[in-house]
């Protein structure tokens, strides 16, 4: 009864087409549109006329108005339909239904302690303790700007968006409400129970909870991995990114980087595409190539295309090529069962070392080499088609055709370990088929072969050499002058020892049961001067980093 008397009154004083049957009239500038605002409700009113342009409508208590799709809430209200606003103070309030939206039907509620509504333009100004809900999401903020026409709400004086379990914040921002998008700028923070989030500028979808990145973005998730990125996109949801423009992922010691980087934390795996690159500074190990998988939870890795693993030290790293590398935990090293039966490496757990089973250290790793292996350094090179590599042991295990040389000197043989001490060559075993050879002239070479051979290094260069079972040995000999006087020919020995000085063979010992003859150099047939196993292989090697992939 009391809302019937007020608009009849109302209508009473203002019978111009200003105000009829409960509404507000607001001409457009510059036209002869007119909008018209539903007065709803109102406890008390009083009208105000200063002069010929100055006309408010005062409303005071359980104000309500309506205009189309959008309702008007507040404490109080003043109409100023001369300059085309009203003004609504305490607990000002609107409810927008938008059924026309990209997500179909939705209501945007938005609460402040004050706003102006610019009713020609329909635009909004909200002041203090503004909150936006959408029905998921809401976003606070103490300045807001929203276009009722577009959707679109900015502020400019700092913001909050609380979703679900995460909250982002900005200095400025920009949300629209039919595709449920926000555009932060300056200062933006993400936090949630699984990540934390800095960047400059960020977009981000309330409804997918999909994070696009377009400005340099620093990731840091609840298990300490940070992540660097420019551009691309992060599933909030499920924690699944997709990043552009070289990102890296920084996992402690470990970090992977590439022209594009695609990671899953539920999984741990990132994938890395384009000029890839992972290293793992604890172990002095970098892997380089155009397609690298890593598993944070596992803590291993694969590469692939073209890829080259560098084993760092000091003055000589170890740069080795192969078709593929695998590498884990030593720990986790089940691999020896797992291989197939056409794999090249089928029969390593024949020759496996036993300490890299029982190790416990999680920090240590393997690496398997798959196919084409080539490895270079400068004080050794060496081919094979797969290889196996302990960061305990820090040894090699070459398989099938293998060829390893250090300074003049080449060997083979069925199967080769290489051990290693800081990344140096300490010493080579050779079983099945052993053959070394020491090159000594253009066309003359120092041999020795058995079924094993022993080798050990000095300062990274070959020291000695010990062939053992069935051992054969080819050697020149010298007298006191250093001058050449003939061919040592041995086609059965137990032992043969090899002494080198100054990186050329130095002296020969024969041990236990030696047949043998010496050879003229004039007249010997070339057949006589070479092993039956003999086969030089200078052309495998790899002279230099660049030549791995020849």
């Not at 026409?149 to 409400?177: A, C, H, M, P, R």
């Amino acid at each position: 009864m009391r809302q019937f008397l007020f608009l009849g009154v109302l209508c009473f004083l203002f019978s111009s087409d200003a105000m009829s049957q409960g509404q507000v009239a607001f001409k457009s500038k510059g036209n002869d549109s007119v909008r018209l605002i539903k007065i709803i409700n109102a406890d008390n009113y009083r009208y105000q006329k200063k002069d010929s342009t100055s006309e408010l409508i005062f409303l005071v208590g359980h104000v309500h108005l309506k205009q189309d799709n959008t309702d008007f809430f507040c404490d109080s209200m003043s109409i100023n339909q001369k300059q085309n606003f009203l003004e609504a103070f305490g607990k000002a309030r609107i409810v927008d239904s938008n059924s026309n939206g990209a997500n179909g039907a939705s209501v945007t509620d938005i609460n402040a302690e004050y706003l102006k509504y610019v009713v020609d333009k329909k635009y909004v100004y909200f002041k203090k303790d503004v909150k936006l809900y959408d029905g998921k999401n809401s976003l606070y903020t103490n300045d807001l700007q929203y276009d009722l026409n577009q959707k679109i709400g900015t502020y400019e004086d700092g913001g909050k968006v609380v979703t679900d379990s995460s909250v982002l914040t900005s200095n400025s921002g920009t949300y629209f409400e039919a595709s449920k998008d926000v555009y932060f700028r300056n200062n933006v923070v993400m936090n949630d129970p699984e990540t934390h989030l800095t960047a400059d500028s960020l977009l981000y979808n309330s409804e997918t909870k999909l994070a696009t990145f377009i400005s340099p973005t620093y990731i840091k998730d609840s298990a300490g991995n940070v992540t660097f990125t420019r551009e691309g996109t992060y599933d909030m949801r499920n924690h699944r990114a997709h990043l552009t423009k070289r990102p890296t992922i920084n996992n402690g010691a470990q970090q992977i980087t590439g022209d594009e980087v695609e990671f899953d934390d539920s999984t741990g795996i990132s994938i890395a595409s384009g000029n890839a690159r992972f290293s793992d500074t604890s172990q002095g190990v970098a892997v380089v190539g155009n397609y690298l998988v890593s598993n944070r939870k596992k803590n291993t890795f694969v590469a692939t295309q073209k890829p080259i693993l560098i084993l760092k030290q000091e003055n000589d790293s170890i740069y080795i090529a192969a078709d593929t590398f695998f590498s884990g935990r030593l720990k986790d090293s089940a691999f020896l069962e797992n291989m197939g039966a056409g794999d090249s490496l089928k029969n390593v757990s024949t020759v496996k070392i036993n300490s890299t089973q029982k190790d416990n250290d999680t920090s240590r790793r393997f690496i398997q080499g798959f196919h084409h292996v080539r490895i270079f350094s400068d004080s050794l090179q060496a081919v094979a088609d797969s290889m196996f590599y302990s960061g305990k042991d820090s040894v090699f295990q070459l398989f099938t055709n293998p060829v390893v040389w250090a300074n003049e000197d080449q060997i083979t043989g069925d199967t080769i370990y290489l051990f290693t001490k800081d990344k140096k060559p300490k010493r080579i075993f050779v079983f099945e088929n052993a053959l070394a050879i020491d090159k000594y002239g253009t066309s003359m070479f120092n041999q020795i072969e058995g079924k094993t051979i022993n080798g050990f290094f000095k300062d990274g260069v070959l020291d000695s050499m010990r062939a053992k079972g069935n051992a054969q040995s080819i050697y020149y000999v010298t007298d006191d002058n250093k001058a050449l006087v003939g061919v040592n020919k041995v086609t059965k020995a137990d032992v043969i020892d090899m002494y080198f000085a100054d990186r050329k063979l130095n002296r020969v010992v024969l041990r236990n049961d030696v047949e043998g003859s010496m050879l003229p150099l004039r007249g010997a047939d070339p057949d006589d001067l070479k092993l039956r196993n003999f086969k030089w292989e200078e052309d495998r090697r790899p002279k230099t980093k660049a030549e791995l992939f020849e």
